[in-house]
């Protein structure tokens, strides 16, 4: 794992506060010459800490105004099963984010989708066609109280 000084963790915070930041006014707001801010930065990403820059979209002005929380249990856990259910998840585009967990739940799902018709034809492929999930329940989210992609550093 990378070793982050107090620099790097600034412009860390500044980066996922806004990402398109000029390199001129970042270096500026941490105190570094322009060339070091951009070395650092550089190094951040080659590293492995900053993994991508993407803008964050609000999912209803692209269509896709229906927000599912899906909790599911494996019927069985190898590696194998695990493996095939992580395949079919990476292809479906309506699934935002994936974690397999430990506890009362085998997995937890965040999808964003156009209507209740993409939700019950997603189950149907996902859950309801694979013999490995025992069961599963979703939450359709009624209010968004806090959507913050940025990590507390």
């Known amino acids: ?11 860390l915070r500044l980066l996922q506060t806004d990402a398109d930041i000029p390199n001129a006014e970042l270096a500026e707001r941490i105190g570094l010459s322009p060339s ?9 990403r080659e590293n492995g800490v900053i993994r991508k820059t ?3 979209i609000d999912p209803a002005f692209v269509g896709r105004p229906l927000t599912a929380v ?5 019927h069985r856990h190898g590696n194998r099963y695990r493996q095939d259910f992580i395949a079919k998840v990476r292809d479906l ?3 935002q984010q994936c974690y ?9 799902l965040v999808l964003h989708l156009r209507d209740m018709a993409e939700y ?6 996902l859950f309801d066609a694979d013999d490995n999930i025992v069961w ?3 939450y359709i989210v009624t209010e968004v109280l806090k959507d913050e992609p940025s990590i507390y550093i």
């Open 136 to 138: 599963y329940r979703t």
């Open 93 to 95: 585009a309506a699934v």
């Open 1 to 11: 794992m990378a070793e982050l000084d107090q620099i790097d963790m600034k412009i």
């Open 120 to 125: 019950t034809a997603l189950c149907e492929t």
């Open 36 to 44: 070091a801010c951009l070395r650092r930065v550089a190094r951040l």
């Open 54 to 56: 993407v803008a964050v």
């Open 70 to 74: 899906i909790n599911l249990e494996f």
């Open 100 to 108: 397999l967990v430990t506890g009362e739940v085998t997995g937890v």
